[in-house]
């Protein structure tokens, strides 16, 4: 329990299992891996803010691959949850940065919280630290990792700690490696470790652990061995088994040049999701998936006023018109974006002149049929090349908006998170032969199929010349 005399205001905790074997330990790397709902981030951010009350001066920062992530995860829980009485007390203050320091939490006894992302660490890394907090470690690389336990030596705590934690990814995972060869030490979390699920004096599910717990039983396969067992699992028969984030997950890139060409890829939804993604293709013709809409519950029409207002304004007010967007073989979907769609079109001259005009319509073109060709066509992109270089790369943040409905669900908010899941089913027949083969599974694929229709108009059909291209 931690108290503010001035304002008598109490803030309780109580750690359980694998919350108070945290509090309790001092190794210099600690992981908290455990299914969705277990309480791994609360009990981080509760160990960060005891040890800024009972340490003045220590400093500590709070980190995560991206720092707009943030924002809308680890932030909320210290606000609302951790910190919430000492901030209404004045104990704790919020700077929202400037361009010499980045942004941190003050504590009236000169402990410091700062707040970032990888993505943009240089003012975070140039700091020294007590502790670290790393929300969702597995997005990060393991030279992000090893970065922030140098910066660990600013002394003010008896010991230096780097925490973590995570959902289970895949078993061959850095992170999971470095756990097994015992450089980092791991706490498994389960739902029976969060009071607010888990009733200890009666040893039942609360109500609202009933009904989250409902939710994860009904997940399937992979999804529910990570989410509700809390295992480093693979999906069976993984169709891009040569996916690396390491690799393949590429940092944001919000508006690529304007010389790189656009392209547009659909897959139309509405009880699943509509899936819209923009790509660019640099001069040496890798692709990169720059934005993406990934949302249910939405009309074709709307998608294509959202495309207008959200997706298409930036610094420059506009974006490049696309060379191609290739779309499923919804005809009624596609006619409705055809004729929805209103863009403003910034065109670069010869002496580098940007103009920005209004354009009304698009042309779709129907997807290429063949399934098995397309993955081909994509594992070909994903292979790395002589020059050290996948052909093929999905941006961090290219989701331009989280679908809750999706979230609640522990379904796939973005196809950067389909495509670990993508696996081939069993003994499916097609054809006109009937003969039983190999095909993928229909689940969580709506990414996948975007991104498939898109390397095969691409690839296997031909991209037009941007040059003959009219408006």
Not at 246 to 264: C, F, G, N
Not at 360 to 376: D, R, Y
Request: proline share 4%; net charge neutral.
């Amino acid at each position: 329990m931690t108290e503010v005399a001035e304002q008598r205001l109490e803030h309780r905790y109580r750690p359980l299992g694998s919350a108070r074997e945290l509090f309790s330990c001092k190794e210099p790397e600690i992981l908290l891996s455990g299914p969705a709902g277990t309480g791994k981030s609360r009990a981080c951010l509760e160990k960060l803010h005891a040890l800024c009350l009972k340490y003045p001066g220590m400093r500590g920062v709070i980190l995560r691959k991206t720092a707009t992530s943030l924002t809308s995860t680890a932030l909320v829980t210290f606000r609302e949850h951790v910190a919430v009485e000492a901030i209404q007390s004045g104990e704790v203050r919020f700077f929202g940065g400037s361009s010499q320091e980045a942004a941190l939490f003050k504590y009236g006894n000169g402990s410091t919280i700062t707040v970032g992302g990888m993505d943009k660490s240089i003012r975070i890394m140039s700091s020294e630290y007590d502790v670290a907090y790393v929300q969702e470690a597995t997005e990060l690389t393991e030279d992000d990792w090893e970065a922030i336990t140098t910066r660990l030596r600013h002394g003010k705590v008896p010991y230096q700690q780097l925490i973590a934690d995570c959902n289970p990814d895949v078993p061959y995972h850095w992170l999971k490696n470095r756990c097994d060869n015992n450089r980092t030490h791991i706490i498994y979390c389960k739902h029976e470790d969060n009071p607010r699920l888990w009733d200890t004096e009666s040893n039942v599910w609360t109500p609202d652990g009933a009904s989250y717990i409902s939710k994860l039983d009904a997940l399937t396969g992979v999804r529910h061995e990570r989410l509700r067992l809390g295992k480093w699992a693979a999906a069976d028969g993984l169709i891009y088994d040569t996916f690396d984030a390491q690799i393949h997950l590429h940092k944001q890139i919000s508006e690529p040049p304007l010389s790189w060409a656009r392209y547009w890829s659909i897959d139309f939804g509405f009880t699943n999701p509509f899936v819209l993604q923009m790509w660019a293709m640099d001069p040496d013709g890798r692709l990169y998936l720059f934005k993406e809409i990934y949302k249910t519950g939405r009309l074709v029409e709307d998608h294509a006023k959202f495309v207008r207002d959200k997706m298409l304004k930036g610094k420059r007010g506009a974006e490049p018109a696309p060379v191609m967007v290739v779309a499923d073989h919804d005809a009624e979907g596609r006619a409705t974006f055809e004729e929805k769609l209103v863009m403003l079109v910034a065109e670069q001259d010869e002496q580098g002149m940007t103009t920005v005009r209004e354009k009304l319509g698009v042309s779709t073109t129907p997807a290429h049929k063949s399934v098995l060709e397309g993955i081909e066509a994509v594992k070909a992109r994903l292979k790395v090349q002589a020059d050290g270089k996948p052909r093929l790369y999905i941006c961090r943040d290219a989701r331009i908006e989280v679908d809750q409905a999706l979230v609640d669900k522990k379904l796939p908010t973005c196809t950067q998170e389909e495509i670990l899941e993508y696996a081939w089913g069993k003994n499916v027949s097609h054809d006109r032969d009937r003969i039983p083969k190999e095909a993928p599974r229909k689940l969580n694929d709506h990414g996948m199929d975007a991104m498939r229709y898109l390397v095969a108009a691409v690839d296997l059909v031909g991209r037009p010349s941007i040059r003959t291209l009219t408006w």
